[in-house]
């Protein structure tokens, strides 16, 4: 069973590996975008870190509702409301238990990834974050060894699509041999599930 | 790349700052990223607030004062303000007549816009919002996030702020920037790519014997990129595709936009060659603007922007304007 602590742990281990990454996403970003990615998410990570340390919530429901609320207060542009809603939506699908099983999560995240699809009014194939979160949701089934692996393989594989929403969009074909940041950032999240449930 | 910054993670905040000292008649939160007119809320006014990412100056916060906006919200550089940013506006502006949220077609300024709506809305203020999308080098909205909002921002902050500063109430405020919106159309074209802060070296690469076709105002690459063309058959293209959407058949407004390091000399000498072209189709100008106003850091290039005015829109065009960016009549 996952408890808060474990919520908190992943949280940290996130902002960490996109601390790490933030210029890569930054130089994904440049070609299709408009090169701020990285250093959105990152700001974005250290106040969730950062209200993390100060406040704790209470259950893994409260603590991923925080950190959602932290990153659309945080970050602007089009990750903010997103990964924002993702985190939210997650969270209160998982409730006030104060431990929740890997199937909760998963169902959870499942509901989290939808709402952002509604939000974004995006579907997987669009070039967009979905196209790394469907499958690693999908993949948490097996384990979150798995899930890492999936969404990272979902990452790579929205270099050959043309971006259908977003700034990307406004490429047309040209959004086309580019990995979408979002998606990479996505992947990001999953593999710091990884990390702190070995 | 040199600029005159100290550090990326406080060039936003340090403008604040700037504009805050050069502006006594402009309340500047720096903290929270917030310029309201000194005077709001004013009473029995409809208030509107807009916003987006910095790096277009003027836009927005250059365009707060009386006949205009009553706050604007700035983000990081490129990036939407947070919905944070616009509750408080919203909260700092309105009278208890309503706030318009003016909100240009990026998917982040969309979705925090509609986050700030709901949240202000849950704190007592009535929130109405415009969708501003004029850029035609946008074609297919079925492919892409829809059409971006570009220079015809002006015209719809200008129009509005002046029917609001007459005292029209929301619903008639809000469907005065729709008729703006609907009844104008840009083009962009940029001669260089823009250097972010954060990047610090340009965010594509753009040949010295090549320019970009129909680019907008993030420093992100165009539809299509050719030879470098005469200012003369730079405005026969953009003034062409415009038109191939717009048939106006009243007198248009017309901003012809810097995009930050084109000099006015190029500017002005291209403004001639749009009135040129807009003679040749047989449109009339009512008005003509030409400077940098809807910027992109220091890409080089231009935008033009028509708007098909009537009798009311060109008298609230006219009507007095006292912001830093824009100021006439008062």
């Known amino acids: ?198 | 790349m040199k600029m005159l910054i100290n550090v990326a993670e406080t060039v936003v905040t340090d403008a604040l700052r700037g504009m805050a000292a050069a502006h006594p008649e402009l309340v500047v939160d720096a903290e929270n990223r917030v310029i309201v007119r000194r005077d709001a809320p004013v009473a029995d006014k409809v208030a509107l607030v807009s916003g987006g990412g910095s790096g277009h100056e003027p836009l927005h916060g250059g365009f707060v004062g009386p006949g205009m906006l009553d706050a604007a919200c700035p983000g990081e550089v490129f990036t939407s303000p947070v919905p944070d940013q616009m509750v408080r506006a919203a909260a700092a502006v309105d009278s208890g007549h309503g706030v318009l949220f003016l909100v240009k077609n990026y998917t982040g300024d969309v979705l925090n816009f509609q986050m700030a709506a709901e949240l202000a809305e849950d704190e007592g203020v009535q929130v109405a919002s415009v969708l501003i999308d004029d850029d035609v080098a946008v074609t297919d909205s079925t492919f892409t996030a829809g059409r971006r909002g570009t220079g015809a921002t002006l015209f719809v902050e200008k129009i509005a702020g002046a029917a609001a500063e007459e005292g029209m109430p929301l619903e008639r405020v809000e469907a005065l920037a729709r008729q703006v919106v609907a009844s104008s159309r840009s083009f962009g074209v940029a001669l260089s790519a823009c250097t972010t802060p954060a990047k610090g070296s340009p965010t594509f690469d753009l040949p010295s014997g090549e320019l970009e076709l129909g680019v907008g105002i993030h420093g992100e690459p165009g539809r299509e990129r050719r030879a470098m063309m005469t200012s003369h058959e730079i405005a026969d293209f953009a003034v062409d595709a415009i038109l191939e959407d717009l048939d106006p058949r009243l007198p248009v407004l017309v901003l012809v936009n810097g995009m930050g390091a084109t000099p006015l000399l190029e500017l002005y000498g291209f403004n001639a060659e749009v009135r040129r072209v807009l003679d040749e189709r047989g449109v009339a100008v009512a008005r003509t603007l030409v400077g940098n106003y809807v910027t992109s850091l220091d890409m080089a290039g231009c935008s033009v922007t028509l708007c098909q005015v009537d009798g009311e829109l060109l008298r609230l065009w006219d009507a007095p304007v006292e912001t830093a960016g824009l100021r006439w009549g008062r």
Not at chain 1, 59 to 64: E, F, H, K, N, R
Request: glycine share 12%; proline share 5%.
């Open chain 1, 1 to 198: 069973m996952l408890d808060a602590a474990f919520f908190v742990r992943w949280m940290t281990a996130a902002a960490a590996v996109i601390d790490r990454e933030a210029d890569r996403l930054t130089e994904l970003d440049s070609p299709i975008g408009d090169a701020d990615h990285g250093r959105n998410m990152q700001r974005g990570f250290a106040a969730v870190v950062t209200m993390l340390e100060t406040e704790p919530p209470a259950t893994p429901g409260a603590v991923l509702t925080a950190a959602g609320r932290q990153l659309i207060s945080s970050v602007g542009g089009a990750s903010g409301p997103l990964y924002g809603t993702l985190l939210r939506r997650t969270g209160k699908t998982l409730g006030e238990a104060p431990q929740v099983s890997a199937a909760e999560l998963r169902s959870a995240l499942a509901a989290g990834v939808t709402a952002v699809g509604q939000l974004g009014g995006s579907a997987p194939g669009d070039k967009t974050m979905l196209d790394a979160l469907t499958p690693g949701v999908a993949a948490l089934a097996d384990s979150f060894d798995a899930a890492a692996v999936a969404s990272q393989e979902g990452a790579l594989a929205t270099v050959p699509m043309q971006a259908r929403k977003g700034r990307a969009s406004y490429l047309g074909e040209r959004s086309i041999g580019h990995q979408d940041p979002g998606a990479t950032s996505s992947a990001l999240l999953f593999a710091a599930l990884a990390e702190v449930a070995k």
